[in-house]
């Protein structure tokens, strides 16, 4: 089946500084990959969607200056938290779009913990 | 206002019994109707997954069905198994070009020996 990594699985860094997250899939390409972050027992909540050689279109309310999308390759998208700060202390989970016969599937990732001190 | 909600909020159950979870929706048009299973601290896994022409659709011990009439979809659980502990999301998947999924908040399980 297809298969989605992210690394790292989890990273604790200090206020202000940024943090990189890769998300992958490992047996498949995919022109297109989602970036959620879930925070603790609620649902997860869409960012922002990423398209392999073009910007990254995010949802309303998401600071695309802060949390920088980079799709550069089929198999590699990046989310890049900036002077990140404890409110963004969160589980962030990629996905990554599969068209099948007669809808889209979305494989997702085992997610990242950021945790900001 | 969520436009997938779902109840319980949380169930514990025993090992070995049933339950049912409720999923009430209403975006609309929408391309498919999803049950994901999410354990603590890891990403969803899709367990079934069904159009709106469907009615019900199994993986193993797990049943979904869909009324697209009146909005609702339940996931049944049989025979309960302690792995069977997990946070279950019902997902709606818009008719958008991307595929953009709307989630429910969850109903945490926790079966309990």
């Known amino acids: 089946g297809a298969v989605v990594s992210q690394h790292p699985s989890w990273v604790i860094c200090k206020s202000g500084t940024s943090v990189k997250i890769e998300c992958r899939s490992l047996d498949f390409q995919a022109t297109t990959m989602f970036w959620y972050r879930q925070f603790p027992k609620q649902s997860l909540m869409l960012m922002a969607t990423?398209?392999?050689?073009?910007?990254?279109?995010?949802e309303q309310g998401v600071e695309k200056d802060k949390f920088l999308i980079n799709h550069a390759s089929l198999t590699l998208s990046t989310l890049t938290v900036t002077s990140a700060h404890p409110e963004d202390s969160s589980f962030y989970i990629c996905?990554?779009?599969?068209?099948?016969?007669?809808?889209?599937?979305?494989?997702f990732g085992p997610g990242t913990r950021l945790t900001v001190l | 206002k969520n436009q997938v909600e779902q109840s319980p909020q949380s169930l514990i159950i025993l090992e070995g019994k049933n339950c049912t979870l409720q999923c009430n929706y209403t975006v609309s048009p929408f391309s498919n109707l999803r049950w994901y299973k999410q354990d603590t601290g890891r990403g969803p896994v899709s367990l079934t997954i069904?159009?709106?022409?469907?009615n019900t659709k199994s993986n193993g011990r797990y049943t979904a069905t869909l009324d697209a009439d009146t909005k609702q979809s339940s996931l049944h659980i049989t025979a309960s198994q302690l792995s069977d502990s997990a946070s279950y999301i019902c997902v709606v998947s818009l008719t958008d070009s991307w595929g953009k999924l709307q989630f429910g908040a969850g109903t945490q399980v926790v079966v309990t020996p």
């Open positions: 996905s990554a779009r599969v068209t099948l016969s007669s809808y889209n599937e979305q494989f």
């Open positions: 069904m159009t709106f022409s469907e």
């Open positions: 990423s398209n392999e050689g073009s910007k990254a279109t995010y």
